[in-house]
């Protein structure tokens, strides 16, 4: 079992940056692909960027791609988002994800834990 908790989020104005952080307990984390997705007012749930068990693959939706980062620590078990060059339509409820399984996945029905989400709001 794996418990996560975001943290980090807030108002930012467009062009500015974030850093999100999660925070994992439980066993399994270091052997756990990890994922950000974020969830819209009125839209679906959509992936953001998911990074290995060891943090040597990490993956972007297009959309993210050269302005968001993904990054672990297993020793301190910790998985952080940060966000660069913010616009806002990256207003969202960004959400930690751990999958259970050492490799990456975009989809969201692939990851079994969630986080209680932090909201990231970018004004323009």
């Known amino acids: 079992q794996v418990q996560l908790v975001e943290s980090g989020g807030g108002l930012v104005q467009a062009g500015g940056s974030l850093r999100l952080s999660c925070a994992a307990s439980g066993r399994t984390f270091s052997s756990s692909a990890m994922g950000w997705f974020r969830q819209a007012p009125g839209k679906e749930r959509e992936f953001v960027a998911t990074?290995?068990?060891?943090?040597?693959?990490?993956y972007y939706a297009d959309s993210v791609k050269g302005r968001f980062t993904i990054s672990r620590d297993n020793a301190k078990n910790t998985v952080s988002l940060q966000m660069n060059s913010l616009k806002p339509q990256d207003t969202a409820v960004y959400y930690c994800?751990?999958?259970?399984?050492?490799?990456?996945?975009?989809?969201?029905?692939?990851?079994?834990?969630w986080g209680q989400g932090t909201q990231v709001t970018v004004s323009s």
């Open positions: 990074i290995s068990w060891d943090g040597g693959f990490a």
């Open positions: 994800a751990g999958r259970g399984a050492a490799m990456v996945s975009a989809l969201p029905y692939d990851y079994s834990y």
